[in-house]
T-cell receptor, first 117, second 111 residues
Framework: GAVVSQHPSWVICKSGTSVKIECRSL??????MFWYRQFPKQSLMLMAT?????????EQGVEKDKFLINHASLTLSTLTVTSAHPEDSSFYIC?????????????FGQGTRLTVV | QKEVEQDPGPLSVPEGAIVSLNCTYS??????FMWYRQYSRKGPELLMY????GNKEDGRFTAQVDKSSKYISLFIRDSQPSDSATYLC???????????FGTGTQLKVEL
């Protein structure tokens, strides 16, 4: 089946530094990718929709200057957490539907656990 | 009020039991209803999705949607310890592409 690979699976960084998370669709093209954040025992919250070749669409309350999204190709989207702070510590997950398929059949990456110290 | 409500559990059942997991929702625009399984520190894995009302069965899993009550269920028959995970419901409006998730129910199937 289709695979979405997310890297790194975990990262620890110092407060004030930036962290880049990659999301790759390995065997299909993804014109759209989604970035979520999940706090312990809470739901996945959509942060932004990443569109290949155009600007990302951010959800209300998500700072676009803090969470930079780049979708430079049909198989890669990146999320950069800039000037990270301890409150940014969370589980970040990307997903992508295969081509023109509805998001009902999206494939999820394995997630990235970010810890900011 | 959250758009999607799901009891976080934990729910503990003996091996072989029938498990019933549920979500309620408030947005009548939701047309697509999904169930995901998420193991600890992993991304969600799609189990089933249903369009509009009705039932759908896949092996030991049955999904039910009652749009009139804004209530969806996932039944797991002959539950196994390997079914121990967090089960998330998710919903999407017709014509949209954004998923709205429940908080997830933590299930533990004990030997």
């Amino acid at each position: 089946g289709a695979v979405v690979s997310q890297h790194p699976s975990w990262v620890i960084c110092k407060s004030g530094t930036s962290v880049k998370i990659e999301c790759r669709s390995l065997d299909f093209q993804a014109t759209t990718m989604f970035w979520y954040r999940q706090f312990p025992k809470q739901s996945l919250m959509l942060m932004a929709t990443s569109n290949e070749g155009s600007k990302a669409t951010y959800e209300q309350g998500v700072e676009k200057d803090k969470f930079l999204i780049n979708h430079a190709s049909l198989t890669l989207s990146t999320l950069t957490v800039t000037s990270a702070h301890p409150e940014d510590s969370s589980f970040y997950i990307c997903s992508a539907p295969d081509g023109d398929r509805l998001n009902t059949e999206a494939f999820f990456g394995q997630g990235t656990r970010l810890t900011v110290v | 009020q959250k758009e999607v409500e799901q009891d976080p559990g934990p729910l503990s059942v003996p091996e072989g039991a029938i498990v019933s997991l549920n979500c309620t929702y408030s947005n009548s625009a939701f047309q697509y209803f999904m169930w995901y399984r998420q193991y600890s520190r992993k991304g969600p894995e799609l189990l089933m999705y249903t369009y509009s009302s009705g039932n759908k069965e896949d092996g030991r899993f049955t999904a039910q949607v009652d749009k009139s009550s804004k209530y969806i269920s996932l039944f797991i028959r002959d539950s196994q310890p390997s079914d121990s995970a967090t089960y998330l419901c998710a919903m999407m409006a017709g014509g949209g592409n954004k998923l709205t998730f429940g908080t997830g129910t933590q299930l533990k199937v004990e030997l």
